[in-house]
T-cell receptor, first 112, second 112 residues
Framework: QKEVEQNSGPLSVPEGAIASLNCTYSDRGSQSFFWYRQYSGKSPELIMFIYSNGDKEDGRFTAQLNKASQYVSLLIRDSQPSDSATYLCAVSYTGTASKLTFGTGTRLQVTL | EADIYQTPRYLVIGTGKKITLECSQT?????MYWYQQDPGMELHLIHY???????EKGDLSSESTVSRIRTEHFPLTLESARPSHTSQYLC???????????FGSGTRLTVV
């Protein structure tokens, strides 16, 4: 059973701080890793993806991948109230093509 | 501005009824997906399509069918609705990448 685990939160951070969201996965055969943001009552939107070990930066967002330890993280710098949402981690596995496995998401609250 | 459209936005229907959830995209994407999401839970893949006349089952497909006769259209049909089908149904699409890039606004289905 391929699993993706996330702490459901809520993770509360003050405005301007760094929010760190973590995701672990069970299968070492995983290939690609994705972060989606989902506002309450809205659909998910893809914000980051990473395929190889290390860091990938896009604006205030940084995705970190450690395949040996089987975790992927999303860092949000200078957190804003508009970042308050649920962040979904998703993983695709070798040979499964379009079949992403999603975590249940971490709810982030950025406080003023 | 969403380029992928789902109708209806909300639907309440009686047990045993046949229903079709509509999904259309104007981006010319080859890949389209149907996901099911309950509140606070992960997305589960129901069906996906690589292109016209190409469909594959996901994890929760046994009680529904899809068709892909045109690139832009990917309807989902439940032959006999049951209360266990009550959920949010999300349609998504992507171009060359494997992962779903753009989601529609969803159809919230309630079966009574």
């Amino acid at each position: 059973q391929k699993e993706v685990e996330q702490n459901s939160g809520p993770l509360s951070v003050p405005e301007g701080a760094i929010a760190s969201l973590n995701c672990t996965y069970s299968d070492r055969g995983s290939q690609s890793f994705f972060w989606y943001r989902q506002y309450s009552g809205k659909s998910p939107e893809l914000i980051m993806f990473i395929y190889s070990n290390g860091d990938k930066e896009d604006g205030r967002f940084t995705a970190q991948l450690n395949k040996a330890s089987q975790y992927v993280s999303l860092l949000i710098r200078d957190s804003q109230p508009s970042d308050s949402a649920t962040y979904l981690c998703a993983v695709s596995y070798t040979g499964t093509a379009s079949k992403l496995t999603f975590g249940t998401g971490t709810r982030l609250q950025v406080t003023l | 501005e969403a380029d992928i459209y789902q109708t209806p936005r909300y639907l309440v229907i009686g047990t045993g009824k046949k229903i079709t959830l509509e999904c259309s995209q104007t981006m010319g994407h080859d890949k389209m997906y149907w996901y099911q999401q309950d509140p606070g839970m992960e997305l589960h893949l129901i069906h996906y399509s690589y292109g016209v006349n190409s469909t594959e089952k996901g994890d929760l497909s046994s009680e529904s069918t899809v068709s892909r006769i045109r690139t832009e259209h990917f309807p989902l049909t439940l032959e006999s609705a049951r209360p266990s089908h009550t959920s949010q149904y999300l349609c998504a699409s992507s171009s060359t990448r494997q992962e779903p890039r753009t989601f529609g606004s969803g159809t919230r289905l309630t079966v009574v």
